[in-house]
């Protein structure tokens, strides 16, 4: 299957506007430059937890309070994304998109339109994401990972297709709700974050808490889960700022491990 229309572009870039490049675009600030690089230090370790689907999904994150932001571009896989192959995108879906975007790139734009409160999103077929997402099974806290996702993790049911189309990612935003995570039926998973750190960390969260569920689900005679008081606990310290971040940079010491080279990002 070919990456690209007739005319060169991601499939789904094949609308009425006129792609755009970076060509007549503003310079990179320090700050955004930054972002670019821990974006693709981020879809590494994306790929490092087991979301890689070819060059499919993505990974964006926008500055706070910005109306633009930088996503993962439509040619490159969460394994061989570099600084480089991340694109400037605005969150305003009339405006024209790189011609890099990915296909997927309203569905980013609606979640960042509906949440001031999230500066980074995470989409991806994960694979125990997806089967579980597939079932009408509830997340429970098999996990410490499950605790973190009890009771807020609802699913889209409107179509399992790729999200093309403004209207269909804001029918994705709203069933996401002010919620951390969402499962896309027959499709896959959306994370986000108040920061790059929070929606890559919670990514690896979600996948883990889907697989180890679907582990106990296949054991007989049932299992258990645990209470609510300490689903409360786990979220306050296992999952507090200061554990995310070194979680985080735990992600980060395994990418250099694997690419020496992202040092420089």
Not at 58 to 71: D, K, Y
Not at 100 to 112: D, F, I, K, R, T
Not at 162 to 183: H, N
Request: glycine share 10%.
């Amino acid at each position: 299957m070919s990456t690209t229309t007739d005319e060169g572009l991601p499939p789904g870039r094949e609308t009425g506007r006129r792609p755009a490049s970076d060509q007549g675009r503003p310079a990179l600030t320090p700050a955004q430059a930054r972002l670019r690089g821990q974006l693709a230090i981020g879809a590494r370790s994306l790929s490092l937890g087991g979301h890689d689907d070819f060059n499919q999904g993505q990974v964006s994150a926008r500055l706070p309070g910005s109306r633009t932001f930088q996503i993962k571009g439509a040619l490159t896989g969460f394994d061989e994304c570099r600084p480089e192959d991340v694109v400037p995108a605005d969150v305003d879906p009339d405006a024209p998109p790189h011609r890099l975007a990915p296909p997927e790139l309203a569905l980013h734009q609606a979640v960042y339109e509906a949440r001031p409160d999230v500066n980074a999103v995470v989409h991806s077929h994960a694979p125990h994401t997806l089967v579980f997402g597939a079932t009408d099974l509830t997340v429970r806290p098999v996990s410490h990972d499950g605790a973190y996702f009890e009771e807020r993790l609802p699913r889209f049911t409107l179509t399992s297709n790729t999200i093309l189309d403004i209207a269909t990612g804001r029918a994705v935003a709203d069933a996401l709700g002010g919620a951390p995570a969402l499962l896309l039926r027959n499709h896959g998973g959306l994370v986000v974050g108040k920061s790059l750190k929070h929606a890559v960390v919670l990514a690896h969260l979600l996948e883990r808490a889907c697989r180890l569920q679907l582990m106990a689900e296949a054991v007989p005679g049932g299992y258990h889960s645990s209470s609510a008081a300490d689903v409360e606990a786990k979220r306050e310290f296992i999952y507090g700022d200061l554990a995310v971040r070194s979680y985080w940079e735990h992600s980060v010491r395994g990418v250099l491990r694997t690419w020496p080279e992202a040092v420089a990002w």
